[in-house]
């Protein structure tokens, strides 16, 4: 492993080049809000997301992977999400919900006709795999891997089967709607209007979707920087068919050479958010919760301390869908969590109070203060023992607390409070290296060493949002 400065927009950062180390993750035996890679090291997972990075649209340039990967690389981060769409034709959602419509591929079944699809194009036969899709994300994957990158592949998508209340219906095009499919599948058989295919209704298609999971898994199964997402934001309704899948992926990895970690994402409809409480009791080993937390916590702006019952993927797209700042990542990631950032990347997209699109090429600065934010955390979760770090919010007075007591502090300040950081040393012994960490500026400075035994106000060298980390001395 090496170190190497990094000037980034008039800022000096630290990134650390790695590669993964050899094994799939799992959940850390000793500290089950991380993950671990084999080596008995915990594993903290950050980065970002964005909608076009597997699929893209037929009316845009091409998605410049590598220079996504080379953003990713730059920044810091060691995960990313791959969005995947069921469906080929959508209303886009993302430009103010309007009635433009755009194509997406490659997609996972062959269009092979006879007859024509709603999008005028050949209908699919759901027996045969497009493999240009099981190529493309194959070789993502495995390019994101040589970069140390862990990837999170989600299966299904909840935003290609009902309209969440835009203006035109996704469902109209997707591949297991009875009109646009040679094999006689209809996945909505009362006629709602909304796939009824993430539930167990209609056994015919759950088979089918277990076959596209079996394709998925035989395709990546040799590779160790893997994890798997459900479904994005499917209906409430669909968590029973989302356990099944859990259970079905954890049961056919049993006989393959490499397990991989499994996760379920808060559900979301028209008619509400999924609860909480149901991810936490899920089969999943990882989840991504929305806000605000059932036990009255919001993960917005006060996430609760993470006890370690599952590994959260705290993700800004079931929070506020784009939104964050600094102050968030490092009260999340000092609260236990994993957090990640759904980035408007290159992506033209036109928030819906906006009066223009954001130019494509160009990363939108707007949220500048959350990617930087996200790649520090992580190098000082690098340089931490983090596998004994967990929340302590009672000793420190700005309640952001990750310590492993008499040994390691990292402590948050939010730019609000005073420069004063009261902490709690009164059970420890011995000297306290001390130092400060600005994250607007990236720099990190010096202090005076302290002696443990009593309670000790520090005081900020710098305004605004302040990191303090203490750790024992051994002369």
Not at 109 to 114: A, E, F, L, Q, V
Not at 145 to 166: P, T
Not at 371 to 391: E, S, Y
């Amino acid at each position: 492993m090496s170190e190497k400065e990094l000037y980034y927009q008039n800022l000096v950062i630290i990134v650390t080049v790695s590669k993964i180390a050899s094994g799939p993750l799992k959940v850390h035996p000793r500290n089950p809000r991380y993950f671990t890679d084999g080596s008995g090291k915990a594993v903290y997972l950050t980065g970002i997301h964005t909608w076009s990075n597997l699929q893209e649209y037929e009316s845009d340039s091409p998605f410049n992977y590598e220079a996504y990967l080379d953003f990713l690389q730059k920044n810091n981060y060691n995960f990313t999400r791959l969005w995947t769409w069921e469906c080929g034709l959508r209303s886009e959602w993302m430009h103010g919900w309007s009635e433009e419509k755009l194509l997406v591929h490659p997609l996972i079944y062959k269009r092979t006709g006879p007859g024509t699809a709603f999008d005028g194009k050949p209908k699919f036969d759901l027996t045969r795999f497009n493999q240009e899709f099981f190529d493309r994300l194959r070789e993502r994957v495995k390019a994101a891997g040589d970069r140390g990158i862990y990837v999170s592949v989600m299966l299904f998508q909840g935003w290609d089967i009902e309209s969440k209340g835009r203006i035109t219906n996704p469902w109209d095009a997707h591949p297991f709607n009875k009109h646009n499919n040679i094999n006689g599948i209809d996945g909505d058989p009362k006629s709602t209007g909304i796939g009824r295919i993430h539930t167990l209704d209609v056994p015919a298609i759950t088979r089918l979707q277990e076959l596209y999971v079996r394709k998925v898994i035989d395709t990546l199964n040799d590779l160790d920087n893997v994890l798997y997402e459900i479904s994005n934001e499917s209906y409430v309704e669909s968590m029973e068919w989302q356990c099944h899948m859990v259970n079905y992926i954890h049961n056919y990895e049993k006989n393959k050479p490499k397990q991989h970690p499994v996760g379920i994402t808060v559900q979301y409809s028209l008619k509400g958010r999924g609860v909480n409480l149901g991810l936490f009791n899920s089969p999943a080993d990882w989840i991504s919760p929305n806000t605000p937390a059932d036990d009255g916590y919001n993960y917005c702006y006060n996430p609760p301390p993470a006890d370690g019952t599952k590994i959260v993927l705290l993700d800004t797209d079931h929070l506020w869908g784009i939104g964050g700042d600094s102050t968030w990542v490092w009260k999340a990631f000092t609260r236990g969590y994993n957090p990640i950032f759904m980035d408007p990347y290159d992506s033209g997209f036109m928030d819906p109070c906006d009066t223009g699109l954001i130019n494509v090429g160009i990363i939108d600065s707007d949220w500048d203060s959350a990617r930087k934010a996200l790649g520090q955390t992580r190098m000082f979760a690098d340089r931490m023992n983090l596998v004994d770090m967990i929340p302590h919010p009672e000793l420190a007075h700005t309640r952001y607390c990750l310590a492993n007591p008499n040994v390691e502090y990292l402590i948050y300040r939010p730019p609000e409070m005073t420069r004063r950081i009261a902490v709690d040393l009164s059970k420890t012994e011995g000297e306290f290296l001390v130092e400060w960490f600005n994250p607007d500026t990236g720099i990190s400075v010096e202090a005076k060493s302290v002696t443990g035994g009593k309670r000790i106000v520090f005081v900020a060298p710098f305004n605004g949002g302040a990191v303090l980390y203490l750790k024992h001395h051994t002369p």
